[in-house]
């Protein structure tokens, strides 16, 4: 009857210890999944920051540009209108 007994403990002692085993491999992948989720999210971050870098240095660029254009058009509408002045003043003087 001991060993019977003695046996009955060693398989409960050893389903505590399945058990206990069993719980810490789930809570370590469950760890290492948590773990690998934030890096992955941390990486999605970082390349959406990187890309909103690109397209703010893209649009502060196309700005640039846009200024750049419509100064030398103001530039070449004043030089064409002091163009028309001059040639009308030139006219005006051979009329005279």
Known sequence: MKTHEGAVNQ??????EA?????????????LTRREISKVEADTISIENERKVAIAQANMNL??????????????????AQTVKMRESELQKQVE
């Open 19 to 31: 058990k206990y085993r069993g719980d810490i491999g789930a809570k370590k992948r469950e760890s």
């Open 63 to 80: 700005a640039t540009k846009e200024s750049e254009f419509e100064r030398t058009k103001n530039v070449a509408t004043i030089e064409a």
């Open 11 to 16: 398989a409960k002692v050893d389903e505590a």
